[in-house]
């Protein structure tokens, strides 16, 4: 009987991080960095002598030093160098605090978002069924996001047919991103949070009949009253971000043309996601927006809120004052209004295969979290672009396989990618994707605790995070589902990046 349980139980993998092919263990960068300094040690011996020719090939030997060894987060000295410099650069200039108000130093009486949310504009649009949405506008890049809601069905109770079906779905729908003309990036933010009951009680009367037989009206008292408070609860969030070039020519259209645009192709995506174990997608409004990212910066202001809307009142939030009063980013920390938050960035995916529940665990919340945020990030690519890359890791997993005949872990890799280049050739799509995890709670001295129950949630998903060092407020930012793409906003290329 078990042996036929564990014959049910299917794995997910085939998760590759991308490699460049170099001599030895370096990649592109680091075989240019050697070649580049023994041409250079030539010329230096020849012209200014061997001190001359030994100063280069120290410096050149560093060089491969700090790009050579890697962690277990496979990261390079060099990166690590470099994340400290850009923070020890931030503190410098003083940019890891920050008061709005009329105490702030940008001389506004209101609490704009910060960072990388600073640049952000609304703008509400109707779909085709006349109902309104926000859509998101980063003037800087030319982008609009689009916010999709769900609330997850959840899986304690599926059977393995429909858990492995609503997997299978929900790949299909990756795929399907691929398809969609100037988009992107599409997040997918799971979060977690206790519930006040506010939302059922309101939602309960709202329904109750002042006619209604006096023994029913006593349980559904009864009922509110014990409520659900404190209980956990869970929401996802979708945010698709597109180019203002959305219709795939050369020209930029403006807000309403891409309002447009997105709200044609609303129902194809709220189709798509209704087989995936989200239930029934709709369209983000302004209001909820504003409420959500309120309430991540200033999470004990989410019981007012909840009771001002059981008084039929809604909570004057304007987009421009939503942002946290004051803020403070520590090295692996980040104090927001009311709350402490900590941020965790994956760094290396599962090498093995993983069954939906472990993967699951990430997602569940803790009773030592207040509110957690699990944000899926995916940047599609299209098939030209896809067969490329796929062909790429192949071949630098072959050559690698050929170099170390005795690693079966590279034997492995070089299966899976030839693997995957069959697949790419056949009509599968390959995208990239990161997480980024936050967990916050309110009282700071229960950080610690909440980090160690977020650890372990992540150990036993596979996936191995790395606190995003020098970079909290941004890695906060990033579970939001605000449309950010750091890449677009990096002074760093992403062929770099992907070598430190």
Known sequence: MAAYAAELVRRYGNWVRPVTAGLFKLGQLGTRVMLGGLIVGILAQTMYGPVAAVVVVVLTGSALWAVWFRDADEMTTFGRLLERGAWLLRVQRKETTMRNGIWGRGGSSTNQLPGLAAQLRLHTAKDGHGKSFVLIHAPRNGLYTVVLSATPT????????????WVANYGEFIRSLSDETGLEQCAVIMETAPDTSRKLERNVRRRMRTDAPELSLQVMEQLLEGGAQGAPTSRCFIACTFTAKIDGTERRRSASDVADEIALRLPALVSRLSVVGLGVASTVEAQELSELVRVAYDPA????????KAAGVIPDLPWADIGPAAFETGWDDFAHDSGTSVSYLMTVPPKAGVDALKAGRLLQPHPSIVRKRVAF????IDSGTSAKIAE?????ARVRANRDTRSP???MIAAQAARTADEQAAGASLVNFAIAVTATVLDPEQLVTARRALEQQMGESRIRFRPAYGMQDAAFTLTLPLGIIPSKLSKISPRIRQEI
């Open 301 to 308: 202001i989410a019981p007012l809120i909840d009771e001002t």
């Open 409 to 411: 872990s590279k034997a």
């Open 392 to 396: 790429a890791d192949a071949h630098t």
């Open 377 to 380: 990030i995916y940047k599609p």
């Open 154 to 165: 959840g899986g304690g109770d599926v059977d393995v047919e429909r858990r492995d079906a």
